[in-house]
């Protein structure tokens, strides 16, 4: 039998992440989110590429990604309920780290590996601060995709784009438990 961590797997079982506008003050220090980074770093990334950075954006870089979200969501003709949770995505948060999908030149290792890395990534995250003790979540939202947006806010590259935001913070209230998915719906067994 393989030795068990069962502390690690009680963790995942009852894990759930914080909405982001329940999370407040105080937030990681630098330190702090060097740990939460370091374990995110750990992220399988099929060859060793690294296909994905971080952009830790604090209070003040926050507060100016909300005031470019308004003229860029006229811009795109968004709906203006979705402007203002976009705008309050980022006016509301205290700390959160843009996980960027920076795939790389290879042979070997398809972009879409490369894309799916950097999404275990902001899983791997959001799972890390949890487990120090944190509140946490993962968004998007339009603005992460538009490449107008991205590009100008975050000077990304034409090859790069923004796989989440994780919102880390301390959370003022536990969300109630969700349902959760009915694995006999979900799992097919092949055994031939």
Request: hydrophobic fraction near 45%.
């Amino acid at each position: 039998m393989p030795a068990k961590n069962q502390a690690a797997l009680d963790f995942l079982l009852t894990r759930r992440s914080r909405p982001a506008k329940t999370l407040t003050t105080p937030v990681p220090n630098a330190e702090e989110l060097h740990v939460i980074l370091t374990a995110a770093a750990r992220t399988p990334d099929h060859g060793k590429l690294e296909p994905w950075r971080f952009i830790v954006l604090e209070k003040e870089a926050l507060s100016r990604l909300a005031k470019d979200v308004p003229a860029r969501g006229a811009a795109l003709n968004i709906d203006p309920e979705k402007i203002e949770k976009a705008i309050a995505q980022f006016a509301t948060a205290d700390l959160a780290v843009a996980v960027i999908s920076s795939p790389k030149p290879s042979d070997k290792i398809p972009a879409i590996e490369q894309i799916y890395s950097a999404g275990a990534v902001c899983n791997a995250m959001v799972n890390a601060a949890l487990a120090a003790g944190w509140g946490a979540n993962w968004l998007s939202g339009w603005m992460s995709h538009d490449r107008t947006f991205i590009e100008e806010s975050f000077a990304l590259t034409k090859d790069e784009s923004i796989a989440g935001f994780i919102h880390i913070g301390t959370e003022t209230s536990a969300p109630p438990e969700r349902p959760r998915p009915d694995l006999s719906a979900i799992t097919t067994w092949m055994r031939t």
